[in-house]
Structure formats: C-alpha cells, structure tokens
C-alpha cells in the first residue's frame, strides 16, 4: 500500500487578493528604495549586477518569498554583498514590465548594471533554488543553459551529462508552457541516454541516485529497470545511500503495482510476486508491519483489482476490514484515508448508504490520530462530502465549517489555504441549494 493520501480538494486554480510586503528589519537581503531605473545608476558606481524581484500584491508566493525566503540570513549575506537588490510592483511599472516580458508572478530577474538580463526566471523558488540561480548569476557557478551548450559540443561526455541533469530540476521548475515541454524532451533523452551508458557498478553513487530519484519518473518499463538494478545490488546501494535505496524499491513496486490493478491488469499479480522473491530484502529492509509484506501486498492489490475492475464494492469492503484487523495498531491514519477515498473514486455514485457509512467510520477513524493539519482538513471535507451524499445536511455543515476552522492553522502554506478555504466555501454554498 502505498505510503501517502493525496485527497484533492478543488477542481479549478484562483489568484487570492493579499496585500502588502513583508519583510523582518535587519535580517536578509536589503532591498534598495527605489526605482530599477535608480538601483542600476547604484550598480554601476559599484559595478555590481541587480536582482529583481517582480512582484504584485496580489501574489500569494510572492509575498511567500517574501517571508521565508529573502529574510534568511545566508540568503541576505550572499545577495547583500554581490548585488544591488529592488523590488518592482510590476503592476505599477508598467514600462519596466514589458521591457522584461514580466507576464506572471513572482519573475526574479538578474541584470548587469546597463540593465541587459543575464537570467529572467519566472516562478518561485526555494532558497536554495535562489541561491544557485544567484551564483550562476555573479559567474560562481555554471548555469544549465552553459552546461547544456557544453553537451551540445560533446554529447558523450558523462560529466557534462550528470551535472546537467542535476541541475535540471531547478531549471525546469522554473519553465511554463512550450518552453517547458521542450526541455521536458530534451532532458527525457539526456536521462535515459546516461543511464543506459552508465547502468552497472558507475551507476551506484549519491549523485547518480538523485538524479534518478527526480528524473525516473518516465515510463513504466523504465522505472522498473531501475528498480530491478536497485534491487539486485541493494547491499552496495545501501553503503552509499542507506535505507533510501529499499524505499525506491518498496515505493516504485507499490506503485506500480497499484496503478496495474487500478487498470484491470491482471499481471499485477507479477508485481506483488516480487515482494516475497526478488524484492524481498528491500521489504524487509523497510520495516515490519504486523503482517507479513507480501500478504499485505496482495490482500491489498486483489482488493484495488477487484473494486475498480469489477466495481466489487463488498469484496473490497472485506478485505480492507481484513487487512485493519491484522495491521493492528500498526495501521496509520493514511491507510484508513486511503482506503475510503479509493472505494469513493471507484464506486462513488454506486456507493449504498452501508458503504457511505464504512467510508465514513474509515476516514473517522482518520481523523482520530492525524497530526498534520493539512491532512485533517483533507478528511474533514471527505466527511463532509459523506454526509451530504447521505443527505445528513446539517452533519455535512459541521464538518465543513470544521475543516475551515482548521485551515486556518495553514498560515505558513498560504496558497493551500487560499484554495482549500475556496473550496469548503463553495460546498457551503452548494449545501445551502440543498437545504432549501
């Protein structure tokens, strides 16, 4: 079973109007009061390039960025001594914004001080993102594009190749649209042409794991390539990255293995033949439930086959109910979740009240242990869609009103809250058409 619930809350994205920027006095990057216009003249009585930060104020990360980024005081040394920094309403600088093509937020520029681009990236990112992008940016490190350029003139060589797929997820996190897609290909081709040249003992190092761990999400065949290779040579994986190395067996395999039952594929039971055989050492590896891996893995493999391929709701209903009884005390709060929200995505409509009324003990049963707040609110408003199913309005409201009430507490994930307290607030409206 896999590991996390992934509930989803809402079905359309919105921008939430927030104003103001904050930014705690004394600590991290100063930013000059000014003009873009006034901070270049600065850069270049200094001879320093400028960092742009464009922003709105309506921009939840944006004003993300804001707090938890640029107030870190490595970030505030690093940027403080190298660049001259501003910050640009860009929604106000009309002029500025399209001489730099600003067209969403945040777009974090570096120029030189006549004020040409040296990188426009658009997008938040993390500290470290900022920090390689601002290195790349004052010339103490090699940017993607260089390496890239660099592979273009030799693509046999494997150096290049690893430092660029390396940095490739950075680069792409930072990509929109075509562009994105674009790269996506290209760097898809640099991946499986490396591990192709690489696979044997050269493969097993810490870099070699990252990059499959951020890039080997391809095709299927692929990923179990990778896994098999993991898997036989687990002894020497482990020494070099620990117990990681069984995760991405026992993680990739079970997922597999779900998603080929999800299809109606018979050769899941393949997958699940592998936990006792040639994975068995990375399950074991991964910790002990209370019941065996493999009797886990299939009792819950047969279940996902069954319930989506046949819509077999009673059997799956058992098996689960099977499956708690032995996991004990070891079952978690995301395995109860998990187990209603996959009858609700199988069978929601076909759903009796008696199995709306398991789904609802399960996700209950949930919420008793759930620490992290996101995830209470997740089944918050799964038992709210519960009990609306079942037309128990009233008992609907409370947790609805429940789970904004504890959104609240997501003050350091701004976006989700926005999204997620839109969301309850519609299934409030809807519940109120009805009510009448």
């Not at 493969?203 to 098999?228: E, P, T």
Request: aromatic fraction near 10%; include cysteine.
């Amino acid at each position: 079973m896999n590991r996390t619930i992934k509930y989803l809350l809402l079905f359309a994205t919105a921008l939430v109007a927030q104003t103001g920027r904050a930014q705690t006095a004394g600590k991290g990057i100063k930013f000059f009061d000014g003009t873009l216009k006034e901070a270049l003249a600065l850069a270049q009585k200094q001879n320093k390039p400028v960092f742009v930060d464009f922003y709105a104020v309506w921009c939840v990360p944006c004003k993300r960025m804001a707090k938890q980024v640029f107030t870190i005081d490595s970030v505030g040394d690093y940027f403080n001594e190298r660049f001259v920094s501003v910050q640009v309403d860009a929604e106000k600088a009309d002029d500025v914004a399209k001489q730099y093509n600003v067209q969403a937020f945040p777009t974090l520029g570096f120029l030189k001080p006549d004020g040409k681009a040296i990188s426009i990236t658009v997008g938040a990112m993390d500290a470290a993102a900022l920090m390689e992008a601002a290195r790349v940016a004052a010339g103490e490190a090699e940017g993607f594009e260089q390496l890239y350029a660099q592979y273009k003139a030799d693509d046999t060589n494997l150096d290049t190749q690893r430092r660029l797929l390396l940095k490739a997820p950075t680069f792409l996190a930072a990509q929109e649209g075509m562009e994105a897609e674009k790269w996506v290909t290209r760097i898809t081709r640099i991946y499986n042409k490396y591990i192709a040249a690489k696979m044997g003992p050269a493969l097993i190092n810490k870099d070699d794991y990252l990059i499959m761990y951020n890039l080997g999400g391809g095709s299927r065949d692929d990923k179990l390539r990778i896994i098999d290779f993991i898997s036989a040579n687990l002894d020497a994986w482990v020494k070099v990255v620990g117990k990681a190395a069984a995760y991405y067996v026992v993680e990739g395999n079970d997922d597999i293995m779900e998603q080929m039952a999800k299809d109606g594929d018979a050769k899941y039971a393949e997958r699940v033949e592998k936990v006792r055989t040639d994975y068995k050492a990375a399950y074991d590896m991964v910790g002990a439930d209370a019941i065996a891996p493999y009797d886990r893995a299939k009792l819950y493999a047969d279940a996902i086959y069954h319930l989506y391929k046949s819509k077999d709701v009673p059997r799956y209903v058992t098996a689960m109910t099977t499956l708690f009884q032995k996991l004990g005390d070891k079952a978690r709060p995301a395995d109860y979740g998990k187990a209603a929200q996959q009858l609700y995505y199988a069978a929601g409509s076909k759903l009796t009240p008696a199995q709306h009324r398991q789904a609802i003990e399960w996700v209950e049963r949930a919420l008793k242990d759930e620490k992290v707040v996101m995830s209470r609110v997740n089944y918050l408003v799964m038992l709210g869609d519960s009990h609306r199913e079942l037309k128990e309005y009233a008992k609907a409201r409370e947790y609805y009103n429940q789970g904004y009430a504890e959104s609240l507490q997501m003050a350091n994930m701004e976006d989700a809250q926005a999204l997620v307290q839109m969301t309850i607030q519609r299934k409030l409206s809807a519940l109120e058409l009805l009510e009448k």
